[in-house]
């Protein structure tokens, strides 16, 4: 069994930064792509950022050049840096990672249970 466990969102006031962390644990043989989404109130869920396992990265537009995204290979960890937080980042934000497990064979995707992030105006 794989699973994503995110942690470090909050409260942030306009101009402020937060750093999310998630980590995957379990029968993993192997992990590719990682990346950070986020939901609105009300809206769809939208990509923020991907890495490769390779760190190969690719982000929204909404989002460049104030928020970066980094993994630890040896640790199975996809961090996300986020500063100058605009009052629109708020939203749920989730982490994905395509994953091999030693249960399948076949890479899947699996996704954490969400961190809010508010950012106050």
């Known amino acids: 069994q794989v699973q994503l466990v995110e942690s470090g969102g909050g409260l942030v006031q306009t101009g402020g930064s937060l750093r999310l962390s998630c980590a995957a644990s379990?029968?993993?043989?192997?992990?590719?792509?990682m990346g950070w989404y986020r939901q609105a109130p009300g809206k769809q869920r939208e990509l923020v950022a991907t890495?490769?396992?390779?760190?190969?990265?690719t982000y929204a537009e909404a989002v460049k050049g104030r928020i970066t995204v980094s993994r630890d290979n040896a640790k199975n960890t996809v961090s996300l840096q986020m500063n100058s937080l605009k009052p629109e980042d708020t939203a749920v934000y989730y982490c994905?990672?395509?994953?091999?497990?030693?249960?399948?064979?076949?890479?899947?995707?699996?996704w954490g249970q969400g961190t809010p992030v508010t950012v106050s105006s």
């Open positions: 379990g029968s993993i043989f192997s992990i590719n792509a």
């Open positions: 890495i490769t396992s390779g760190g190969s990265t």
């Open positions: 994905n990672a395509d994953i091999v497990s030693y249960a399948h064979t076949a890479s899947r995707r699996y």
